[in-house]
């Protein structure tokens, strides 16, 4: 590696695709929903390092990158918010969250 | 002699982290001998307060009664429940202790005393304080216990009500110093206290972090009538020592943060800085001690109704008219 | 090369990559949440070597202040300590996820760390008040639509609880 390694800009895009693959490999594999909910959050703490890690390597000029990722917080703040209250709901309900014996709707 | 082997030890890791390592060791020196000083103080004070004399037996005054406490805690036994969740049940009363170990680094003792004067020093000391939640809610889960965990959800609860109050009161400091380094905001004070030209962000604020660390009026999570013990109650020996640790240590973090931001901090006329910072910190100790046997317990809704209902729209107000008179 | 700079950050990358694994392979939803939190601070740690210190303290204090204890709070209330019973397992669904998350990321390999992006002109000035600025100048529309997205979700989710409140 030449210099540092964090001077690197693909060891953050390998964090980033890393986090990513996780996230999909926990969302297919995992049966409850708020574990679905949660690697949910790992692909969007995985896109928000990769647009932090563009900002401050390829175009260093102006805070867009962060700015977005900023955006990235708040929106999974309130989608988390109500993914939350409808798998309560759910749990309410059908008295378990299993995502895949969640069949039936009202009768 | 001492000096070429301090040069050479900062010639192979550079003078920045010897000075890190300095500051920690001085952080970890002040908050020992602040329990131990906050452990003898509380027991005297209420003592006092309430017609009696408190411990005198053990060295004079019972200045030595602290290490008589640990000695007895330390030798109980570790007693370990049967039915916990162990990786929660053992970390809970480890990560109590990283919030308040953060924001001693960005305090300024003094005008060249301070660990590491970080220029988001106040999102700092925010963040890690909404850490401490996480700690309150494995102790909650990993008790297998219904008071613990009802005792926990409560406390999280109010924590999270009490943060927003917090949080906005901080706000308007930060407009008004226009930097969120807690040197600049020392600095921005040296023509008035901002406790006189933001009163109302001072009591906010105060209140506020008086909830935070679940001292009385605001402590039902822990009170001794009410959950048994609350989110600590299958905790004993050490590990109870390390909640209480973590707890005084809080509070002391809290008057010196409330000193930082609206005291004007370390300074002073005459003496050193450093004196009249922890004199104004032991100034605000002994109020919040004082608050424990002068007001009755607050009720849970009444707590959050407190929050919600006055605190929050008080300190939007507030931050609105600060924003105002400044641009005006 | 081995300087302190370099190892914090190699211990930053491996927090990171161990809390998601954690994350994805544990047996209950509370040790998933704890390893979610871990990747959240391994992150933090990430973006202040990204000279963002701004946004690594909101990190913490959103995801982990704010959205972990969320979780953590309806992991209480919908059964914590609930494990997937064995006979619902079964290890085609392993398999395959594991070939969607491997297939996914050579994919990608390929197409992001094969090519070279070029270095970007200009020196890094982008600093808390910068970002400020431009949420206030150029971006305030995203940044008021954000807003109303929040106020929204925090409509819907009472909503959604005073509904099941209304049913009983």
């Given at each position: 590696?030449?210099?540092?390694?964090?001077?690197?800009?693909?060891?953050?895009?390998?964090?980033?695709?890393?986090?990513?693959?996780?996230?999909?490999?926990?969302?297919?594999?995992?049966?409850?929903?708020?574990?679905?909910?949660?690697?949910?959050?790992?692909?969007?703490?995985?896109?928000?390092?990769?647009?932090?890690?563009?900002?401050?390597?390829?175009?260093?000029?102006?805070?867009?990158?962060?700015?977005?990722?900023?955006?990235?917080?708040?929106?999974?703040?309130?989608?988390?918010?109500?993914?939350?209250?409808?798998?309560?709901?759910?749990?309410?309900?059908?008295?378990?969250?299993?995502?895949?014996?969640?069949?039936?709707?009202?009768? | 002699?001492?000096?070429?082997?301090?040069?050479?030890?900062?010639?192979?890791?550079?003078?920045?982290?010897?000075?890190?390592?300095?500051?920690?060791?001085?952080?970890?020196?002040?908050?020992?001998?602040?329990?131990?000083?906050?452990?003898?103080?509380?027991?005297?004070?209420?003592?006092?307060?309430?017609?009696?004399?408190?411990?005198?037996?053990?060295?004079?005054?019972?200045?030595?009664?602290?290490?008589?406490?640990?000695?007895?805690?330390?030798?109980?036994?570790?007693?370990?429940?049967?039915?916990?969740?162990?990786?929660?049940?053992?970390?809970?009363?480890?990560?109590?202790?990283?919030?308040?170990?953060?924001?001693?680094?960005?305090?300024?003792?003094?005008?060249?005393?301070?660990?590491?004067?970080?220029?988001?020093?106040?999102?700092?000391?925010?963040?890690?304080?909404?850490?401490?939640?996480?700690?309150?809610?494995?102790?909650?889960?990993?008790?297998?216990?219904?008071?613990?965990?009802?005792?926990?959800?409560?406390?999280?609860?109010?924590?999270?009500?009490?943060?927003i109050p917090l949080l906005l009161s901080l706000l308007s400091v930060v407009l008004m110093a226009n930097s969120l380094s807690l040197r600049d905001i020392v600095e921005a004070q040296k023509g008035v206290w901002y406790v006189f030209s933001q009163p109302i962000a001072f009591l906010i604020f105060f209140i506020a972090s008086v909830a935070e660390t679940n001292r009385t009026p605001f402590d039902l999570p822990e009170a001794e009538s009410e959950l048994v013990a609350g989110f600590h109650t299958e905790y004993s020996g050490m590990r109870f020592a390390l909640f209480f640790l973590a707890e005084y240590t809080n509070v002391f973090i809290v008057c010196a943060m409330t000193t930082t931001f609206f005291l004007g901090g370390y300074q002073g006329p005459i003496l050193p800085g450093i004196i009249w910072f922890f004199a104004k910190t032991y100034l605000l100790v002994f109020v919040i001690l004082w608050f424990r046997w002068t007001f009755p317990r607050v009720r849970f809704d009444q707590l959050l109704n407190f929050s919600?209902?006055?605190?929050?729209?008080?300190?939007?107000?507030?931050?609105?008219?600060?924003?105002?008179?400044?641009?005006? | 090369?081995?300087?302190?700079?370099?190892?914090?950050?190699?211990?930053?990358?491996?927090?990171?990559?161990?809390?998601?694994?954690?994350?994805?392979?544990?047996?209950?939803?509370?040790?998933?949440?704890?390893?979610?939190?871990?990747?959240?601070?391994?992150?933090?740690?990430?973006?202040?070597?990204?000279?963002?210190?701004?946004?690594?303290?909101?990190?913490?204090?959103?995801?982990?202040?704010?959205?972990?204890?969320?979780?953590?709070?309806?992991?209480?209330?919908?059964?914590?300590?609930?494990?997937?019973?064995?006979?619902?397992?079964?290890?085609?669904?392993?398999?395959?996820?594991?070939?969607?998350?491997?297939?996914?990321?050579?994919?990608?390999?390929?197409?992001?760390?094969?090519?070279?992006?070029?270095?970007?002109?200009?020196?890094?000035?982008?600093?808390?008040?910068?970002?400020?600025?431009?949420?206030?100048?150029?971006?305030?529309?995203?940044?008021?639509?954000?807003?109303?997205?929040?106020?929204?979700?925090?409509?819907?989710?009472?909503?959604?609880?005073?509904?099941?409140?209304?049913?009983?």
């Amino acid at each position: 590696m030449t210099g540092f390694l964090y001077d690197n800009l693909n060891v953050y895009l390998f964090v980033g695709l890393f986090l990513l693959c996780c996230g999909i490999f926990g969302l297919v594999y995992r049966r409850t929903l708020i574990a679905m909910l949660i690697s949910i959050e790992l692909i969007m703490n995985g896109a928000g390092l990769n647009f932090v890690a563009f900002n401050r390597f390829v175009s260093p000029e102006g805070p867009e990158g962060m700015v977005f990722t900023l955006f990235i917080m708040g929106i999974a703040a309130a989608e988390t918010a109500i993914a939350l209250a409808v798998i309560i709901l759910i749990f309410k309900r059908f008295k378990h969250i299993e995502g895949s014996e969640i069949e039936e709707m009202k009768e | 002699m001492t000096e070429t082997i301090v040069n050479n030890i900062a010639d192979v890791i550079g003078w920045e982290t010897i000075r890190t390592v300095v500051g920690l060791v001085g952080v970890l020196v002040v908050v020992v001998v602040n329990a131990l000083v906050l452990t003898w103080a509380e027991r005297k004070v209420s003592a006092h307060m309430q017609r009696r004399i408190g411990p005198k037996e053990v060295g004079p005054f019972g200045l030595l009664q602290p290490i008589a406490d640990t000695v007895k805690l330390l030798a109980k036994e570790l007693l370990t429940p049967q039915n916990v969740e162990k990786p929660l049940y053992y970390l809970a009363p480890v990560i109590v202790f990283i919030p308040v170990l953060v924001s001693f680094v960005v305090i300024p003792f003094d005008a060249r005393l301070q660990v590491k004067d970080i220029n988001v020093g106040v999102l700092v000391i925010l963040a890690f304080s909404s850490l401490s939640v996480l700690s309150i809610l494995l102790a909650g889960l990993g008790s297998n216990n219904k008071y613990s965990l009802i005792g926990s959800v409560r406390s999280i609860a109010q924590n999270i009500a009490y943060e927003i109050p917090l949080l906005l009161s901080l706000l308007s400091v930060v407009l008004m110093a226009n930097s969120l380094s807690l040197r600049d905001i020392v600095e921005a004070q040296k023509g008035v206290w901002y406790v006189f030209s933001q009163p109302i962000a001072f009591l906010i604020f105060f209140i506020a972090s008086v909830a935070e660390t679940n001292r009385t009026p605001f402590d039902l999570p822990e009170a001794e009538s009410e959950l048994v013990a609350g989110f600590h109650t299958e905790y004993s020996g050490m590990r109870f020592a390390l909640f209480f640790l973590a707890e005084y240590t809080n509070v002391f973090i809290v008057c010196a943060m409330t000193t930082t931001f609206f005291l004007g901090g370390y300074q002073g006329p005459i003496l050193p800085g450093i004196i009249w910072f922890f004199a104004k910190t032991y100034l605000l100790v002994f109020v919040i001690l004082w608050f424990r046997w002068t007001f009755p317990r607050v009720r849970f809704d009444q707590l959050l109704n407190f929050s919600w209902k006055l605190l929050i729209p008080l300190s939007f107000l507030n931050l609105i008219v600060t924003g105002g008179l400044l641009k005006l | 090369m081995m300087n302190p700079g370099n190892l914090v950050f190699i211990f930053m990358v491996c927090v990171t990559m161990v809390g998601a694994l954690v994350t994805v392979v544990s047996g209950s939803v509370i040790y998933a949440m704890l390893g979610l939190v871990t990747t959240m601070f391994g992150i933090a740690g990430l973006y202040i070597y990204l000279n963002a210190p701004f946004l690594a303290m909101m990190q913490i204090l959103i995801y982990v202040g704010a959205i972990a204890i969320l979780i953590a709070f309806a992991i209480m209330l919908a059964g914590p300590f609930y494990k997937r019973p064995k006979e619902w397992t079964t290890s085609g669904k392993l398999v395959a996820s594991l070939v969607v998350s491997l297939v996914s990321f050579f994919v990608f390999f390929k197409l992001v760390m094969r090519v070279s992006w070029g270095e970007g002109g200009g020196v890094f000035a982008v600093t808390t008040k910068e970002i400020g600025r431009a949420l206030f100048d150029r971006y305030a529309l995203p940044f008021e639509l954000i807003s109303l997205l929040i106020v929204v979700s925090i409509i819907g989710a009472t909503m959604l609880a005073l509904l099941s409140k209304g049913e009983k």
